[in-house]
């Protein structure tokens, strides 16, 4: 039995956008949009990974303000799971990859997504159209 290994995106949302980033590396995904994120290393927790992603990556600090449904597979024994996170310090400045991108529920569409984050796609967009709290 092969033991799943996680991996975290994160859905940054500020407002109604989503912050998305465009992969550099490797060449099989070189150029495909992403949630940002990374490995959850061993013993450690998911929650507690994003943000040291986010940090890492982008040189940003952020808070998990929760999880989109679902997970996707994406290669042999990784499997990813999506948190939804706010910023808290700093702006998102790319660093692991060549741009990043905020995109409204009806942008999410015009890049091209890398394979695991497409389930994401739909949660998010709901997400993203849901009405601000105290708004209406």
């Given amino acids: 039995m092969t033991i799943m290994r996680e991996v975290v995106g994160v859905a940054l949302v500020e407002g109604a956008r989503v912050l998305a980033a465009r992969r550099s590396r490797p060449l099989s995904l070189a150029g495909l949009w992403e949630f940002p994120g990374g490995k959850v290393e061993p013993g450690e927790d998911p929650g507690a990974a994003a943000v040291r992603e986010m940090a890492e990556e982008l040189g940003c600090a952020v808070a998990v303000t929760g999880w989109l449904d679902g997970e996707s597979?994406?290669?042999?024994?990784?499997?990813?799971?999506?948190?939804?996170?706010?910023?808290?310090?700093?702006?998102?400045?790319?660093?692991?990859?060549?741009?990043?991108?905020?995109?409204?529920?009806?942008?999410?569409?015009?890049?091209?997504?890398?394979?695991?984050?497409?389930?994401?796609?739909a949660p998010l967009r709901a997400l993203l159209d849901a009405p601000l709290p105290g708004a209406g």
Avoid: C, K, N, Y
Wanted: glycine share 8%; hydrophobic share 45%.
């Fill in 73 to 121: 597979t994406i290669s042999g024994d990784l499997v990813l799971r999506v948190a939804t996170a706010r910023l808290t310090a700093g702006d998102p400045v790319p660093t692991e990859h060549d741009a990043v991108r905020w995109l409204g529920s009806s942008q999410l569409g015009e890049v091209r997504w890398a394979q695991a984050d497409v389930p994401f796609l």
